[in-house]
């Protein structure tokens, strides 16, 4: 039976009926030609947007719960950097096909993280395509309280969430270029199809960090945007840097640092706090539901440097992911 655009957004898209009802700031919802949606007086709105292109972002046996988790997780991440609380997401989807069963799997992915962050669906879109999914994701901040990249100092402890590596190496096993011991295969996979969006620790820094960004494209090119947007410098100590066991032992036993530093996806805060926050840190990382590392520290001397455990400095060019980049 041929499945009309309509029905098809009904089916499975529409569920936020009910949301509406919860949420009084929400106007009109999916079904007008726009949502509308009243701000709280005296909040900022964040807005933020990421696309996932099927054998891009995701390979192309990628289960359809997991693609719905990630493309909204990818964006909460990018609130939680921003210290905002999540609230509305538009979904825009290509599909190259109308499939039910991907349907019902992609939205199941995605409302039930929706609804573990109070996230309600608004509007989107619906085309004929190559797959190809995008999240646009709105939220609030008091004024002010946002978390810039700019406003990193000199002196500045900085701190990660969680742990580096796991989602690259995840993507390197599915890809055949790594082994997984069968033991640590399940936790590296959902690191890598379902990371955890770092909301309440972006909403418990505000007032403590300076600066954060979400690492989505390996430590050292965020930590780089921080540090050119602040025109500052940094130390990391490798040591230091949070790794589960597996990333450790394929570092370890390659001496090869890419999987923390650059293969990315990991979705983990980095962010830096003044060493007069430093307590006040300590006192709400209790809300972080994660842990939290001090990897270094913010210098005025331009340069990203890698301390290794002696002191030594490794020198590593440093390469995220880079849709435009050019080889050479
Ligand atoms: P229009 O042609 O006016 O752009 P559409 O047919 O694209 O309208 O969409 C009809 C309604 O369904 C709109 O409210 C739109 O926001 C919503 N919608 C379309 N696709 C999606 C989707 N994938 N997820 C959520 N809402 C959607
Ligand atoms: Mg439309």
Redesign the pocket.
């Given at each position: 039976m041929p499945f009309s655009?309509?029905n098809l957004?009904e089916k499975y898209?529409?569920r936020p009926q009910r949301a509406r009802e919860v949420d009084p700031d929400i106007i009109v919802g999916?079904?007008?030609?726009?949502?509308l949606i009243t701000i709280p007086v005296g909040m900022e709105l964040v807005v933020s947007i990421d696309t996932l292109v099927a054998g891009v972002h995701f390979l192309l046996d990628t289960a359809p719960t997991d693609i719905g988790h990630k493309v909204l997780a990818v964006n909460l991440s990018d609130l939680a950097a921003m210290g905002a609380t999540p609230r509305w997401a538009?979904?825009?989807?290509s599909l190259p096909e109308i499939d039910e069963a991907w349907l019902s799997a992609f939205s199941q992915g995605f409302f039930a993280l929706a609804e573990r962050f109070g996230v309600h669906?608004?509007?989107?879109?619906?085309t004929r395509g190559p797959l190809s999914v995008t999240v646009q994701m709105h939220g609030l901040v008091a004024p002010g309280q946002a978390l810039r990249r700019a406003a990193a100092q000199a002196g500045d402890r900085i701190y990660v969430t969680g742990e580096l590596g796991d989602a690259g190496l995840a993507l390197r096993a599915l890809q055949g270029k790594a082994s997984l011991a069968p033991d640590d295969a399940p936790y590296l996979l959902i690191r890598l199809n379902r990371p955890e969006p770092r909301i309440s620790a972006g909403l418990a820094l505000s007032g403590i960090a300076h600066a954060a960004i979400d690492i989505s494209d390996g430590l050292a090119a965020d930590l780089g945007h921080i540090l050119a947007a602040s025109r500052l410098g940094a130390t990391v100590h490798l040591d230091r840097l949070p790794l589960s066991k597996p990333v450790a032992a394929t570092v370890t036993q390659s001496a090869d640092w890419s999987l923390p530093l650059s293969a990315g996806d990991d979705y983990e805060l980095c962010f830096m706090v003044p060493q007069e926050n430093e307590i006040r840190l300590a006192a709400v990382l209790e809300q972080f539901g994660c842990k939290c590392t001090c990897i270094g520290v913010i210098e005025a001397t331009p340069g990203l440097r890698w301390a290794l455990a002696g002191g030594k400095l490794l020198s590593y060019e440093t390469k995220g992911y880079d849709h435009f980049g050019c080889a050479g």
């Open positions: 655009e309509f957004i898209f529409a999916i079904g007008d030609d726009a949502a538009t979904l825009a989807l669906l608004i509007g989107g879109d619906t």
